[in-house]
């Protein structure tokens, strides 16, 4: 199987305002490319992870990333490192996303700490890239576990997400 994926994050717009005597624009133009393509090296990864998922109220899920996910074809995918994750929570919903913080086996990854989390409200998004070689490491039994979790109840949240790993 080939891999071939472009993931780009950008801000692009201008800043304006006026004085006494004119209008002033600032544009902004910010942009961050990172080509991956197959192997397991600097720039490169071998399997993704795509997904929407729905959340009950106070839900939470444990993606196990060694084995617990598969791709497209039904292939179960056994990272050792992971590349890039991307979460885009629904406009629609009321309640956050919240990713990682897992009890047990946390992926710490791009977190601090095990129980380390990042909160994406309604209609946000993060992209989380690490295209080094050593990319963010995977253990197996221990440290493989991505908490995805509905911040509060009386609602359910859905989200994208995306996972590219070796």
């Known amino acids: 199987m080939a891999l071939k994926l472009t993931l780009t994050a950008s801000i692009v717009g201008a800043l304006t305002g006026d004085n006494d005597l004119v209008t002033v624009s600032a544009p902004i133009d910010i942009k961050k490319v990172v080509n991956l393509t197959t192997g397991s090296g600097l720039n490169q990864a071998g399997d993704a992870f795509a997904d929407r998922r729905t ?33 885009i929570a629904a406009a629609a919903n ?10 047990a ?53 859905t989200y994208d997400i995306v996972i590219v790993g070796a």
């Open 105 to 157: 086996n946390a992926f710490v990854g791009p977190f601090g700490a095990a129980d380390d989390t990042c909160t994406v409200p309604p209609g946000g998004v993060v992209m989380l890239v690490n295209p080094t070689a050593a990319g963010w490491p995977v253990t197996p039994g221990t440290g493989d576990l991505l908490k995805v979790a509905n911040s509060a109840g009386g609602t359910a949240v």
């Open 55 to 87: 959340l009950a109220a106070g839900a939470s899920e444990g993606l196990d990333l060694s084995g617990g996910l598969f791709d497209v074809f039904g292939v179960a995918l056994n990272f050792t490192k992971i590349k890039a994750i991307e979460i």
């Open 94 to 103: 009321t309640n956050d996303v919240v990713l990682g913080g897992a009890a």
